[in-house]
């Protein structure tokens, strides 16, 4: 039991004792209070916070980020950052970065540091576009351009543009033009330009005696006397006229700004005056010897004297006339001018053929025409035969000859035939008219093989030759996993390189599979896949005779014959073409010492000047198949091979020109003759057709 004093009870008065509730020991114990002390709450906060600023600055890098402009803000999103002036520490990661300044772009970067103890960034801001605001008061409506495009008229105001450099140019008329160079900060700032447009012309005053006269510069009517007008600056032809008086012309220089009077002219009284005529007109006159022009013409007459006039014109007689007249008198002359005819033989073939001269119908040929001496059109025509025009200028005193062969539609059909075709496979053939010339050398000539005896031969038939020889890309048309291969890591395979190392049973099937993809008859005759002749009527594709090939390659329209493709002497000049050089020293034995065409092997076709008729690598690159069966041929003095395709059969074919791999005398020379059957990795070829 306990006793309790209940506070506000009075300590004498009588006290109740209640029973205490009986309860149980246990084994707890008494819960005590736990009271914490604020200093080592502080102290463990401080030894907290001190414990992760040093594992911060352990773990912190220095991050200095450079800003263009300096004063960017600088946000960094996602990262606790220390800042010290311009570096940051921050823990390795990526971070999203903002950037903003004024009169910038804003830029949003990803800043990702990592683990290195010092980090540079640099940003640079894009600044926002300027804007330029262009006047030319008080000229208004004058066209501006920047950097020479037009951006409207006086005044304007071009928005974003992007900060730079600016030419700003102001056009007007009758002003010099206004040239300046303005620097544009951007920054979505407006900068002015205030141009002071220049005037380009001067105010000139004209006064006459009489006044009321007309006045002109050039062509064109200023007004009348009294006048101040602006003329621009420069020179001008001043022509001042009055009714009954001789015309006043002076040239008159002009400076801009500087003002001019013109007070004193005095306009003399008019000669007399004569207008001119003649039939036909546009004749051309003298007047007492001096010449004026072509008539018509009105010309001044010096009073009471006598005037001569003579007129000429080309097909007519001079006509000469003499006449007097008085102060102020006018006077109208008109002049017929007599044909002066020239005599004109005509002789043609066919003789019943017509002839027209300008248009009309004169009569048969074979006769001699009288034309008046200057130009005519004169056409002979005959059923079956193409029409012969030319013009004709008959001149006095000279005998005239027309002598015309007029040409069947047939034979006009044939030469019609296009100068230049091209093939399925992109190659260039040029139309040629050969002829007469000797083939080989003289035994004479240094480096001269037995092969090469002198004959002369004479091709008749026109045909067409290849300006390049085949590529690698055109020939793979035909066999699409060809290679022409490479030597010593050199490639000859390239696209546009000659295409080598073909038999010239291949070079030959090439030139059937061009004929069929163009729908012609194919010249080779083939069996299971052989080439076994072949049919000279065709007029598909083929390679190039021997002697179409000599030709092609030796001569020259003055007929020179060539010894080199450059010309006469060694060595050849710089880029004469493609051979054994200095860079091929490696490869051979002979090459030109001291030349260098830029090519180990094969060069792309074309690329070295062509020949006189315009055919290119036919020395150097590749040597060429050609269509002959290879023999020697024994000289037969001065007996012409017509049109020769070599022996009917052989076992090799004839290899003409020089490559790539020759630098020796010998097979240099556009005589040179080699022959082979098999591949070769200096030996490709040219298509030929014949024209018809």
Not at 152 to 158: A, C, H, L
Not at 404 to 433: D, H, M, N
Request: charged content about 20%; hydrophobic content about 40%.
């Amino acid at each position: 039991m306990s006793m309790v004093n209940e506070p506000g009870t009075d300590s004498g008065a009588a006290t109740r004792i209640e029973a205490a509730k009986f309860e149980p020991l246990t084994s707890q114990k008494p819960a005590r209070s736990v009271t914490l002390n604020p200093r080592v709450c502080l102290v463990v906060v401080l030894l907290a916070v001190g414990a992760f600023g040093a594992w911060f600055m352990l773990t912190a890098r220095a991050v200095y980020i450079e800003t263009e402009p300096p004063d960017t803000a600088v946000d960094i999103s996602g990262a606790m950052a220390l800042k010290l002036a311009n570096r940051y520490l921050i823990r390795p990661g990526t971070y999203a970065l903002d950037l903003s300044a004024p009169g910038y772009h804003p830029l949003e970067e990803t800043l990702g540091v990592t683990g290195a103890s010092a980090q540079h960034y640099i940003f640079r801001l894009e600044k926002l576009p300027g804007h330029l605001r262009i006047d030319s008061a008080p000229v208004m409506g004058a066209p501006v351009f920047i950097d020479g495009i037009e951006k409207g008229e006086t005044p304007v105001t071009v928005r974003d543009l992007p900060a730079g450099e600016y030419i700003v140019e102001i056009r007007a008329e009758r002003y010099f033009p206004y040239r300046a160079e303005i620097t544009l900060e951007g920054l979505d700032r407006e900068q002015s330009v205030s141009a002071e447009l220049q005037p380009a012309w001067a105010q000139v005053s004209f006064s006459s005696e009489p006044a009321d006269a007309q006045v002109f510069s050039g062509d064109s009517i200023l007004g009348r006397t009294p006048l101040t007008t602006e003329l621009l600056e420069g020179k001008h032809d001043i022509v001042v006229k009055a009714a009954g008086y001789k015309v006043w012309q002076d040239t008159l220089s002009v400076v801009a700004g500087t003002p001019q009077s013109l007070a004193d002219i005095r306009l003399a009284p008019a000669d007399a005056a004569l207008f001119l005529v003649s039939k036909p007109a546009r004749a051309n006159a003298t007047i007492n010897g001096n010449y004026l022009g072509l008539t018509p013409l009105e010309v001044p007459l010096t009073p009471g004297e006598t005037t001569h006039v003579r007129l000429f014109k080309q097909g007519y007689k001079p006509a000469a006339r003499s006449l007097t007249a008085e102060s102020g008198e006018e006077k109208r002359l008109s002049i017929t001018l007599e044909p002066e005819l020239v005599s004109v033989a005509v002789n043609v073939e066919p003789g019943d053929a017509s002839v027209y001269v300008d248009g009309a119908l004169v009569g048969p040929a074979n006769r001699t025409l009288q034309l008046s001496a200057r130009k005519h059109d004169v056409e002979i025509r005959k059923q079956g035969y193409v029409d012969y025009k030319t013009t004709l200028t008959p001149l006095a005193g000279v005998e005239h000859e027309l002598n015309v062969v007029l040409k069947t539609i047939r034979q006009a059909k044939l030469e019609s035939v296009k100068p230049v075709i091209t093939t399925p496979a992109g190659q260039t053939l040029k139309l040629f008219y050969p002829g007469a010339f000797t083939m080989g050398a003289s035994r004479r000539e240094p480096g001269r093989r037995a092969n090469e005896t002198v004959r002369n031969v004479e091709l008749t038939r026109p045909f067409y030759l290849a300006l390049k020889e085949v590529t690698n890309q055109q020939y793979r048309l035909f066999d699409k996993g060809f290679s022409s291969g490479a030597v010593s890591a050199n490639s000859l395979n390239g696209e546009t390189q000659p295409v080598a190392r073909v038999s010239w049973q291949q070079a030959a099937g090439y030139c059937n599979w061009l004929s069929r993809e163009a729908s012609l008859t194919p010249f080779y005759l083939e069996k299971e896949g052989r080439i076994t002749g072949f049919d000279t009527t065709a007029d598909g594709y083929r390679l190039p005779t021997e002697a179409e090939w000599a030709w092609a390659a030796r001569t020259t329209a003055t007929g020179e014959t060539l010894k080199f493709p450059w010309g006469k002497e060694l060595p050849p000049g710089k880029n004469s073409g493609n051979y054994a050089d200095r860079k091929a020293m490696a490869l051979f034995g002979r090459v030109i010492g001291n030349y260098d065409d830029g090519y180990v092997v094969s060069a792309p076709v074309g690329s070295f000047a062509p020949n006189n008729k315009g055919l290119f690598d036919l020395g150097g690159n590749v040597a060429e198949w050609t269509n002959d069966f290879y023999d020697v041929v024994i000289s037969t003095g001065k007996k012409v091979e017509l049109d020769p395709m070599g022996p009917e059969s052989g076992e090799f074919h004839v290899i003409r020109g020089s490559s790539w791999a020759h630098g020796a005398v010998t097979e240099l020379r556009l005589s040179f003759r080699d022959y082979g059957s098999k591949a070769r990795e200096d030996v490709g070829f040219r298509v030929a057709r014949n024209a018809f």
